[in-house]
């Protein structure tokens, strides 16, 4: 069966998402000032969110389309004894999703020019691509009871709305380990070390709300390092 639940999401909700672009823009412009010796001025930090919106949200309807389309091959399951050892905490799906993309947000902040910005986004359409290729070519799920909860609180029914939007054959390798080494490594000039804290919280809260097993975990990461060191070499 297709999944359709990605139609929940109104255009008056990306409308909302869109003009939201000018005050975020606005708040990593400030950040920049601190934290970048050479950051982009107000106006080109405008025109660089507002194309990584659309850019954005352009990728995810690539994302959409694989998952309706990701049936063609047998599904797998990567399941080992380690990860009925993970306990299951739904209160991480917060940082699963929501510093992922405050993370992803401070790459504006760490960019002095809109040229630099396109060629990091030319990186991301790389990654995009090579997780689109394994979704395609190998689809892989977690068990199906690890989705069987009782909706209690507000944690577990983000969780769920999480899920709607995900076919569950999407886990290998883990997108949102590889998105988060990428951008990581590109704030490692910015934060140091605590860019590589970020990659664990992200890797972390992928076990804790079951939406990935171990074995998604390193190969995504191994992606997103891939992604990094070899897309300065495409663009030159």
């Known amino acids: 069966m297709k999944n359709d639940a990605y139609k929940s999401i109104s255009p008056k909700y990306m409308l909302l998402l869109f003009l ?4 975020v823009a ?16 107000l106006i080109e930090s405008v025109m660089f969110t507002v194309l990584l919106a659309v850019v954005i949200t352009g990728s995810y309807q690539i994302f959409f389309w694989v998952q309706n389309n990701n ?14 050892k993970i306990p299951f905490y739904p209160v991480w799906i917060w940082p699963y999703s929501f510093f992922y993309y405050i993370m992803i947000g401070l790459v504006l902040a760490r960019i002095s020019s809109i040229e630099e910005g396109v060629e990091l986004i030319f990186g991301g359409f790389l990654l995009l691509f090579l997780q689109s290729m394994f979704f395609l070519v190998l689809p892989v799920t977690v068990p199906h009871f690890y989705r069987e909860y009782h909706v209690d609180n507000l944690s577990k029914k983000y969780l769920r709305f999480v899920q709607r939007l995900d076919n569950g054959r999407n886990c290998f390798p883990s997108m949102h380990c590889s998105v988060a080494t ?21 890797a972390v809260s992928c ?13 995504g990461i191994l992606l997103g390092w891939f992604v990094y060191f070899v897309n300065p070499l495409i663009v030159g």
């Open 71 to 84: 049936y063609f091959f047998k599904t797998r399951c990567f399941k080992i004894a380690l990860d009925d």
């Open 207 to 219: 076990l804790l709300v079951k939406q990935h097993q171990v074995l998604d975990i390193i190969p």
């Open 20 to 23: 939201s672009t000018f005050f």
């Open 182 to 202: 990428y951008v990581g490594l590109l704030l490692v000039p910015v934060l140091g070390h605590y860019a590589y804290l970020f990659i664990g919280i992200i």
């Open 26 to 41: 606005w708040i990593y412009y400030v950040i920049g000032k601190f934290v970048n010796p050479d950051p982009m001025n």
